[in-house]
């Protein structure tokens, strides 16, 4: 399994900033496919999973305008790139990659309290986006904005596709 992650990992550092962005659109949502039964279920004995209903409310360009836009921007500031070099300058906390995008993971899922399950799933999101921050650092490219691309691409298709009654 160890020498899957790594082939793996290998591969997505060697992908132009472009694919490895369209690369963690796809992955956030294909990461979701084995829990829709769940999603299901949950809304069918529990109720809706979540999500804003203000934003539920507005016109699709404030949509778009706030779940793509501003909600990236200080989302990806704030779970990822704050906590994320914080957690770098701390000592315990060097070398320890895993450790760090679980605490990112983590605290984005907690910034999307909707409903238990609207977490679960927002943290498995946030791995998606720790990781991709944590690789982009790597790289000495600039992480944040690859990050909020791919979590605004993301936040757009969903947006749409929520609109549409799709998802």
Not at 20 to 45: G, H, R
Not at 49 to 78: D, H, N, R, Y
């Amino acid at each position: 399994m160890r020498t899957i992650c790594k082939r793996i990992n290998n591969y997505l550092k060697r992908l132009s900033t472009f694919k490895f962005t369209v690369a963690m659109v796809l992955a956030t949502y294909l990461v979701q496919l084995p829990f829709i039964p769940l999603y299901n279920l949950y809304e069918k004995y529990i109720g809706p999973m979540g999500g804003s209903s203000s934003l539920k409310a507005s016109s699709l360009v404030t949509q778009i305008i706030f779940a793509s836009i501003i909600a990236p921007l200080f989302e990806t500031l704030i779970s990822q790139c704050a906590v994320i070099e914080i957690l770098n300058c701390i000592e315990i906390f060097k070398e320890k990659k895993i450790i760090i995008a679980i605490i990112s993971a983590f605290l984005f899922a907690i910034g999307h309290t909707y409903s238990f399950l609207y977490v679960f799933y927002t943290f498995i999101i946030g791995l998606i986006l720790a990781y991709s921050y944590l690789t982009y650092k790597e790289k000495s490219y600039s992480a944040f904005w690859v990050v909020f691309w791919i979590h605004c691409i993301r936040n757009t298709i969903s947006t749409i596709l929520f609109t549409l009654n799709l998802f």
